[in-house]
């Protein structure tokens, strides 16, 4: 069963489209991120929700949108594509204060999202 | 967050050692050190923290000194499934995982 699974794979699109993400985790974590990786592949955080809660926003544009429907889910809609949002974006998850690692987050496969 | 420094490549051959070190002179007192493993299309996989001294886990080793300033990461003999880049983190635990450029590990036959 995968622990982090995100939908679609590769997304394709023109700029000025309206695209959303989608991703779900099966562990019940209680925490979730999506991340950005770049064509250098940097990884840098964008967003991150607790118990559907926005927790971290960083200096991400208005066009991008998290949604958290329930824990297990959050969902990246992205406004008005453009050409600099092409790269790979990774969802994940964390529980905290379970007596693992601090730190410790179980990433999705990825989505590559190509503007055209 | 403490700004990591660690070599962009390295190359080895199957049934070595690899050791990465990663340099974090502004480390705080507060700052675990975490590493992860990324394989070409896949997401980011934890392999190992630690805060001083040594951890042992059944992936790797990680050797921080006392004054932790640095920190190495030990494969034992890697194999050509262990060709990835590898990710040095140091941060506290506040959910934001800062990744570097990491070091891409080459595995020759």
């Known amino acids: 069963d995968t622990a982090v699974s995100q939908t679609p794979k590769y997304l394709v699109t023109q700029m000025g489209n309206d695209k959303s993400i989608k991703c779900e985790q099966n562990?019940?974590?209680?925490?979730m991120y999506w991340y950005k990786q770049d064509s250098k592949k940097f990884l840098k955080i964008m967003f991150s929700?607790?118990?559907?809660?926005?927790?971290i926003n960083e200096t991400v544009p208005n066009r991008f949108s998290p949604k958290s429907p329930d824990k297990a889910h959050l969902n990246l809609h992205i406004n008005s594509l453009e050409l600099g949002d092409s790269a790979v974006y990774f969802c994940?998850?964390?529980?905290?204060?379970?007596?693992?690692?601090?730190?410790?987050?179980?990433f999705g496969p990825g989505t590559r999202l190509t503007v055209l | 967050l403490a700004k990591t420094t660690q070599p962009i490549s390295m190359d080895s051959y199957e049934g070595q050692e690899v050791n990465i070190t990663c340099s974090h002179n502004?480390?705080?007192?507060?700052?675990?050190i975490t590493w992860y493993q990324q394989f070409p299309s896949q997401g980011p996989r934890f392999i190992i923290q630690?805060?001083?001294t040594k951890v042992t886990n059944e992936v790797a080793s990680l050797f921080i000194p006392a004054d932790r300033k640095s920190s190495t990461l030990s494969l034992p003999r890697v194999s050509l499934s262990d060709t990835a880049v590898y990710y040095c983190?140091?941060?506290?635990?506040?959910?934001?995982?800062?990744f570097g450029a990491g070091t891409t590990v080459t595995v020759r036959a």
């Open positions: 630690g805060y001083k």
């Open positions: 502004n480390i705080a007192t507060n700052d675990y």
């Open positions: 929700y607790n118990n559907k809660e926005l927790i």
């Open positions: 994940a998850s964390s529980q905290e204060g379970d007596g693992r690692y601090y730190n410790e987050q179980f």
């Open positions: 562990l019940g974590h209680d925490t």
């Open positions: 983190l140091v941060g506290p635990n506040d959910y934001k995982l800062s």
